[in-house]
T-cell receptor
Framework: NAGVTQTPKFQVLKTGQSMTLQCAQD?????MSWYRQDPGMGLRLIHYSVGAGITDQGEVPNGYNVSRSTTEDFPLRLLSAAPSQTSVYFC?????????????FGPGTRLLVL | EDQVTQSPEALRLQEGESSSLNCSYTVSGLRGLFWYRQDPGKGPEFLFT???AGEEKEKERLKATLTKKESFLHITAPKPEDSATYLCAVHATSSGTYKYIFGTGTRLKVLA
């Protein structure tokens, strides 16, 4: 299993450009989430999904869109990039097992918005 | 307001010097408390989930405990490879909303 994969690893954008951060998991997990991590702050939840076709907002959803057309993929779209969106973005997936919820994170995408 | 606070922010230990990291939380609708390890430039790596006060879990030199207001991550006889940032998070639901709130982490450095 590859686990949770994210592409690209690093991206530079100009203010106003749009892009999609890709996330895929091969563990058949129902739950998938996107977080951003900024210095001095904890990871903050952007959007999440509890299954294909179902998404909801997290703590900091403004400026981002998501969709979940398949169990495996959960892309994050930046509609019009702003310097405040410079961050490291992590995708995660979760399963509910007999021993409790286990959450797996991808390696992250480092985004710089100029 | 839902909040997760970790202390200390940073900790330096000599190899073999045991210590504890603290995670205090205020949240309604707690469903679980999680500990992760994060190495520089990488995503968080899952360590433990705790669900109820009094619960304890162990993995190698790490032991996590939970009370109604806080959790501790005890590190026994640490080694240099235990150096990392340790993150605490709580999972809560309220009126059908899914919350996952992280602390800012404790940066642990273990010296040989």
């Amino acid at each position: 299993n590859a686990g949770v994969t994210q592409t690209p690893k690093f991206q530079v954008l100009k203010t106003g450009q749009s892009m999609t951060l890709q996330c895929a998991q091969d563990m058949n997990h129902e739950y998938m989430s996107w977080y951003r991590q900024d210095p001095g702050m904890g990871l903050r939840l952007i959007h999440y999904s509890v299954g294909a076709g179902i998404t909801d907002q997290g703590e900091v959803p403004n400026g981002y869109n998501v969709s979940r057309s398949t169990t495996e993929d959960f892309p994050l779209r930046l509609l019009s990039a702003a310097p405040s969106q410079t961050s490291v973005y992590f995708c995660a997936s979760s399963q509910l097992s007999g021993s409790g919820e286990t959450q797996y994170f991808g390696p992250g995408t480092r985004l710089l918005v100029l | 307001e839902d909040q997760v606070t970790q202390s200390p922010e940073a900790l330096r230990l000599q190899e073999g010097e045991s210590s504890s990291l603290n995670c205090s939380y205020t949240v309604s609708g707690l469903r679980g408390l999680f500990w992760y390890r994060q190495d520089p430039g990488k995503g968080p790596e899952f360590l433990f989930t705790l669900y109820s006060a009094g619960e304890e879990k162990e993995k190698e030199r790490l032991k996590a405990t939970l009370t109604k207001k806080e959790s501790f991550l005890h590190i026994t006889a640490p080694k240099p490879e235990d150096s990392a940032t340790y993150l605490c998070a709580v999972h809560a639901t309220s009126s059908g909303t899914y919350k996952y709130i992280f602390g800012t982490g404790t940066r642990l450095k273990v010296l040989a």
